[in-house]
C-alpha cells in the first residue's frame, strides 16, 4: 500500500512558505501562507514579489485559513449509514482509508468487469491545479476505461469561440490593460471576479482612459466605469454587429491590417451591414446613441481593449457574440498596440505538457481503434436518469465527483437532486465538506485543501505559471487528489509505472523543459515568454495565421461561418407565463459553491437574494427584503428580494450560487435554469431563463386555492 502525502518534512519554527490560489478566477494570486512553530497556519496573504498579485488578495482568499481550519472539515473517511439526501452528520459514519479504499475499488472493478462506461467521473475547478486537477485522476479514468466528461459547465463556448476566430485560448497581456486610453469591460464584474485586472484598469483611468461597462447588471463595476451600457441578456452580438457596422459606415477601419492579417472580411462586412443601430438598439433594448457614441470611441481611440469575461456567453448564442466580439481588434487594428486587442483567457498560451499528464494512451479502447463514450456535465441531470440504450450507451451506475458540487451548480437541479439519488447510483465523493453533492455520497473521501498539498497553476488572466507548496501538513487524515487515486490504482492493480509518480514528480511532469522549474522553487512563479504585442503582425494560432472572421472549420460542421446573433431559446415576449428574464451572476463573496460554508464571508453576503427592478416589484406587489418565489415550468426556489436599479427593467438578477441546503427552502437558483446547450461548446445556458417571481404570500394563496 502507498504510503499518504502527509508525511511532508516541514522546518522548526515560524516560516513562510510560496503557493498558488487554486480556484477558478483569471488572476491565480501568488500567495504566502505564514506557519508558525506548531506548524498551523496562522495567516494568508499575497505574494508582494509576485507582479500581478502585488501582494493584494480579495476577500474570499484572504479567509483561507478559516476555510481550511473550518470545524465542519470532512477530516476522515465517511461511509453511508443513512438514507440519500440532506439529514446531517448522522447519515454516515467514519471508516478506516483500508475499508473504504477497499470497497471503492472492489466496487468499480465488478462495474468495470461488464461496462467501464457505466462509470463516470465528475470533476471541474475546485481547484484550478494541473495536478489535483487533472493528472492521476486522469491516467486512473482513462486506464478504468470509464466515460470521458466533456468539461463545458463554465467556459467552453467562449474557448470554442476563440478558437474558431483567433485560433486558440489567446490575448493580450493584462499588465497592458493599464496602458489603454479604451477598455471595454464586456460581461464581467471585475471588481468581484478578476480584482488584479481591475486594478490594472484603474490606473489606466487614473492616466485618462476611458471605461465602459457593458452588462445586463448594473454591478459594483459598472457604478465605477464612465458608462454602463445595460444591454438585455444575449444580445451582445447584435451590439457588436453593430459596431461593426459604425465602423465600416464612418471607415474607422484599419484597412492595411484587414488585407494582410484577416480572412473573410467581405463576407463579414456584408452581415454588418445588415445591422444598423437602430435594429441593434431595438434588439438590445438600449438607445440608439449610445451605441453610435460608443463605435466612435471605439473606432477613433487608441490603444482600445476589450476585457470579456464569461457571463456574455451563457445562453444560446455566446459563442457567436464572443466570436463577434473578438472580430472587433482587427478591423480597427487594435493588436498593433500592446495596450490594444482583446483579453477573455490566455490558458492557451502555456506550454502545458496534458497528455504527459493525463496519459489518455492507456484507455484499454484505444486498442480498438475508439474512445469511450462521452457524457456532457451540463446535462448531468438527464444523464444520470437516462436508461440504457443503443444512442446512449450503458446506464451509469458509478459516479466519483471531486473537485465540484454538481447538485449545487448544475443546472435544472431538480433532475441533478433525483439522478443522485437514485439508490441504484453508487457515488463517491472527494471534499473538504459536507456539500449538497457529499449528501447523496456512498462514501466522502477526505480532501486536501490548497495549503496541504504539491500543485502548480497556470493562468487563464496572465501568463504566469504559479507553484503551490504545502504549507502545513494534512489535517487528520485527508489525503491530496492525486493520492486518492494513487492508492485506487494501486488496489485495482494497474501496473503502469506512471501511477507511482508523486505529487511533485506531476508537478515538473506538467511543463516538462517549457518551463524553469528552479525559478519556479526559488520564487514561486515563471513568466511565460510572449511578445508585448501579440498580433502586431498577424501570426495568429489559427489554421490560416489570420484572425477568421470565418470559419471554413465551423462551416464544414454544417454551421454559419460568420458570427451572428442568435436570439435566445427563452426569448422574452414567447411566453405570457413567464414575462421577465433572469440571470444568475455570482455572489461578490462566493466563487461558484466555494466559500459558501466560511461563515464570515457568509455573514457578509447575508442570504439569497433577487435583485428585482422597482417598476418590476412594484407591478407584483414586491417590497425590499420581502421573500418571494422565482418559478418557472423546470422548478421553483425561494429568495429575499431586494428592489435595486442594479436590475434593469425586465431582467432580474439571483445571485448564486448559495448551497441548496442553505437556501430558504432547500433550493437555490438552478432550480429554474435550463440543460440546453449554446451554440458553440456544448456550454450550459445558465443566463438563457425566464421566470416569473411572486411574494411568498401570493404563492401560498394560490396554492390554498389550488
Not at 435 to 463: F, K, M, N, R
Request: negative net charge; glycine residues 8%.
Amino acid at each position: 500500500m502507498s504510503t499518504p502525502s502527509a508525511a511532508i518534512s516541514l522546518p522548526s519554527g515560524p516560516i513562510q512558505v510560496r503557493g498558488a490560489c487554486p480556484h477558478d478566477c483569471p488572476d491565480t494570486c501568488a500567495l504566502i501562507t505564514t506557519v508558525d512553530d506548531n506548524g498551523v497556519a496562522t495567516r494568508v496573504q499575497g505574494n508582494p514579489d509576485h507582479p500581478h498579485t502585488d501582494g493584494v488578495l480579495c476577500a474570499k482568499v484572504s479567509k483561507y485559513t478559516e476555510r481550511s481550519y473550518h470545524p465542519e472539515r470532512v477530516l476522515t473517511p465517511l461511509k453511508r449509514t443513512g438514507p440519500k439526501g440532506p439529514g446531517g452528520s448522522g447519515q454516515f459514519a467514519p471508516v478506516s482509508w483500508d475499508e473504504a479504499l477497499d470497497d471503492i475499488a472492489q466496487r468499480l472493478q465488478s462495474i468495470a468487469a461488464r461496462a467501464p462506461e457505466a462509470i463516470l467521473p465528475y470533476s471541474y475547478a475546485g481547484t484550478m491545479g494541473m495536478v489535483q486537477g487533472e493528472s492521476m485522476d486522469r491516467r486512473f479514468f482513462h486506464q478504468l476505461g470509464a466515460s470521458l466528461l466533456d468539461r463545458t459547465i463554465c467556459a467552453s463556448a467562449g474557448a470554442e469561440a476563440l478558437t474558431q476566430t483567433l485560433g486558440g485560448k489567446v490575448g493580450m497581456k493584462v499588465e497592458f490593460f493599464a496602458e489603454s486610453q479604451l477598455i471595454l469591460i464586456w460581461g464581467s464584474n471585475s471588481i468581484g471576479s478578476n480584482l488584479h485586472f481591475w486594478r490594472y484598469a484603474q490606473q489606466a483611468k487614473r492616466n485618462g482612459a476611458r471605461l465602459v461597462c457593458i452588462d445586463p447588471r448594473k454591478s459594483e463595476t459598472a457604478d465605477k466605469c464612465h458608462e454602463h451600457i445595460a444591454l438585455r441578456p444575449g444580445t451582445d452580438a447584435a451590439l457588436a454587429l453593430a459596431l461593426m457596422h459604425e465602423l465600416i459606415a464612418h471607415d474607422w477601419l484599419d484597412h492595411d491590417y484587414i488585407a494582410r492579417h484577416t480572412l473573410g472580411w467581405d463576407p463579414l462586412r456584408e452581415r454588418a451591414l445588415q445591422w444598423p443601430p437602430e435594429r441593434a438598439a431595438e434588439v438590445c433594448g438600449i438607445p440608439v446613441e449610445q451605441i453610435r457614441q460608443l463605435a466612435r470611441d471605439y473606432g477613433t481611440t487608441q490603444p482600445a481593449a476589450i476585457r470579456l469575461n464569461y457571463g456574455m456567453q451563457r445562453v444560446r448564442g455566446g459563442g457567436n457574440a464572443v466570436r463577434a466580439v473578438a472580430c472587433l481588434p482587427a478591423l480597427t487594428g487594435a493588436w498593433r498596440h500592446r495596450a490594444g486587442g482583446l483579453l477573455l483567457s490566455s490558458s492557451g498560451q502555456f506550454p502545458a505538457q496534458r497528455a504527459v499528464l493525463q496519459r489518455p494512451d492507456l484507455m484499454p479502447q484505444a486498442a480498438a481503434g475508439r474512445v469511450p463514450r462521452t457524457i456532457n456535465m451540463t446535462t448531468i441531470g438527464d444523464d444520470l436518469l437516462r436508461e440504457a440504450s443503443p444512442a446512449f450507451g450503458p446506464k451509469v451506475e458509478a459516479v466519483v465527483v471531486y473537485n465540484s458540487n454538481p447538485v449545487a451548480v448544475a443546472p435544472d437541479s431538480g433532475k441533478v437532486v433525483r439522478g443522485f439519488a437514485r439508490e441504484d447510483l453508487f457515488t463517491v465523493v472527494l471534499e473538504h465538506f459536507q456539500t449538497d453533492t457529499a449528501d447523496y455520497a456512498d462514501y466522502i473521501l477526505p480532501a486536501t485543501t490548497q495549503l496541504e498539498h504539491w500543485d502548480v497553476h497556470l493562468s487563464y488572466g496572465h501568463t504566469d505559471v504559479v507553484l503551490n507548496r504545502p504549507a502545513i501538513a494534512p489535517l487528520g487524515e485527508a489525503r491530496s487528489n492525486a493520492q486518492i487515486f494513487r492508492d485506487l490504482a494501486a488496489r485495482m492493480g494497474f501496473a503502469d509505472p506512471c501511477f507511482a509518480d508523486t505529487d511533485e514528480a506531476l508537478c515538473r511532469q506538467a511543463f516538462g523543459d517549457a518551463v524553469d522549474y528552479a525559478l519556479l522553487e526559488s520564487q514561486g512563479f515563471a513568466t511565460v515568454a510572449i511578445p508585448d504585442a501579440l498580433f502586431a503582425e498577424g501570426n495568429f494560432p489559427s489554421p490560416s495565421g489570420k484572425c477568421e472572421f470565418y470559419s471554413a472549420r465551423l462551416a464544414a460542421q454544417g454551421l454559419d461561418g460568420l458570427p451572428d446573433h442568435l436570439p435566445n431559446y427563452e426569448l422574452q415576449g414567447t411566453d405570457a407565463r413567464y414575462p421577465l428574464a433572469m440571470i444568475s451572476p455570482p455572489a461578490r463573496n462566493f466563487l461558484n459553491s466555494t466559500f459558501v460554508n466560511v461563515t464570515s464571508l457568509r455573514n457578509i453576503e447575508g442570504r439569497p437574494i433577487l435583485e428585482i427592478h422597482p417598476d418590476d416589484a412594484e407591478a407584483r406587489g414586491i417590497a425590499n427584503d420581502a421573500v418571494v418565489r422565482v418559478f418557472n415550468d423546470r422548478g421553483s426556489y425561494q429568495c429575499h428580494a431586494t428592489v435595486s436599479r442594479r436590475a434593469r427593467p425586465g431582467v432580474v438578477n439571483g445571485l448564486g450560487i448559495w448551497w441548496r441546503k442553505l437556501g430558504l427552502d432547500g433550493t437555490n437558483v438552478n432550480e429554474v435554469t435550463s440543460q440546453a446547450l449554446t451554440d458553440l461548446g456544448r456550454a450550459p445556458t445558465f443566463y438563457d431563463c425566464l421566470v416569473e417571481v411572486e411574494a411568498c404570500a401570493a404563492a401560498a394563496a394560490a396554492e390554498s386555492v389550488a
